[in-house]
């Protein structure tokens, strides 16, 4: 029985790895998302508004499924016709990765967009009268103001995709849910395993709420600032 738990143990270990990438990629593409909503060019305002409507409208098991199951035909497929007897097969972390980055991408999209729809017009207008140009004035006046207004949407969203990368489990990836399922059915216990999982998924979000307060607090000095 206690091997089952030190499997899990170390399942946990590739759960934050995929929470952590996945995470990065949904960062990027919130910042790419919500620079096309606020650019004013209409084609890229477009392509962004589809995104995030599309995506958050389409449960997040779907799009996993379809990035894994049908990037796969889509690819053997493109080998296919190019004349190569070669298959490929995506790599179930990287699929994850990709798929839960690019699903929470759109609603990071929305979180930096009211984030820096927040900030006064009047202190870019500034900087640029100063001689910055857009991206020194971003980096030097809007990040650092972003970061507070975005904190409360982006927490949420960070505990949401921690939760979702159980999904992973369903392609293969030997996560901690999927290692859970394993000691359930091999031991015929899923209330013990599935609780200890749930254990450790309160324990990743408990953690990640003490440092973000922290972050919030540092980003909040001298300002009335609202509790995550």
Same mark, same amino acid.
């Given at each position: !029985?206690?091997? %089952?738990?030190?499997?899990?143990?170390?399942?946990?270990?590739?759960? =934050?790895?995929?929470?952590?990438?996945?995470?990065?990629?949904?960062?990027?593409?919130?910042?790419?998302?919500?620079?096309?909503?606020?650019?004013?060019?209409? =084609?890229?305002?477009?392509? $962004?508004?589809?995104?995030?409507?599309?995506?958050?409208?389409?449960?997040? &098991?779907?799009? !996993?499924?379809?990035?894994?199951?049908?990037?796969?035909? /889509?690819?053997?497929?493109? &080998?296919?016709?190019?004349?190569?007897? #070669?298959?490929?097969?995506?790599?179930?972390?990287?699929?994850?990765?990709?798929?839960?980055?690019? @699903?929470?991408?759109?609603?990071?999209?929305?979180?930096?967009? /009211?984030? @820096?729809?927040? +900030?006064?017009?009047?202190?870019?207008?500034?900087?640029?009268?100063?001689?910055?140009?857009?991206?020194?004035?971003?980096?030097?006046?809007?990040?650092?103001?972003? =970061?507070?207004?975005?904190?409360?949407?982006?927490?949420?969203?960070?505990?949401?995709?921690?939760?979702?990368?159980?999904? =992973?489990?369903? +392609?293969? &990836?030997?996560? !901690?849910? %999927?290692?859970? #399922?394993?000691?359930?059915?091999?031991?015929?216990?899923?209330?013990?395993?599935?609780?200890?999982?749930?254990?450790?998924?309160? +324990? %990743?979000?408990? @953690?990640?709420?003490?440092?973000?307060?922290?972050?919030?607090?540092?980003? $909040?000095?001298?300002? #009335?600032?609202?509790?995550?």
């Amino acid at each position: !029985m206690n091997s %089952y738990y030190v499997a899990i143990l170390q399942g946990s270990v590739l759960t =934050v790895g995929v929470s952590l990438c996945a995470l990065l990629v949904s960062i990027v593409l919130g910042l790419l998302g919500a620079a096309a909503k606020l650019s004013g060019r209409p =084609v890229l305002v477009a392509i $962004s508004t589809t995104y995030t409507t599309v995506i958050r409208g389409v449960p997040d &098991l779907v799009v !996993m499924l379809l990035v894994f199951y049908g990037g796969t035909i /889509g690819l053997n497929h493109l &080998l296919e016709l190019a004349g190569s007897k #070669k298959t490929v097969d995506i790599n179930p972390f990287l699929a994850g990765v990709l798929t839960i980055g690019f @699903i929470y991408g759109a609603y990071m999209t929305e979180t930096f967009r /009211g984030a @820096i729809l927040s +900030i006064p017009k009047g202190q870019m207008e500034a900087a640029w009268a100063f001689g910055m140009g857009r991206v020194r004035a971003f980096v030097r006046i809007t990040a650092p103001q972003m =970061v507070r207004y975005a904190l409360p949407g982006f927490t949420n969203n960070w505990l949401v995709l921690i939760k979702a990368t159980a999904l =992973v489990s369903l +392609i293969g &990836l030997k996560e !901690m849910t %999927y290692l859970s #399922k394993q000691a359930s059915a091999a031991t015929r216990s899923p209330f013990e395993f599935f609780l200890f999982t749930a254990a450790l998924f309160l +324990i %990743y979000t408990s @953690i990640s709420l003490f440092v973000l307060r922290k972050i919030n607090a540092r980003y $909040s000095l001298g300002t #009335k600032r609202g509790e995550l």
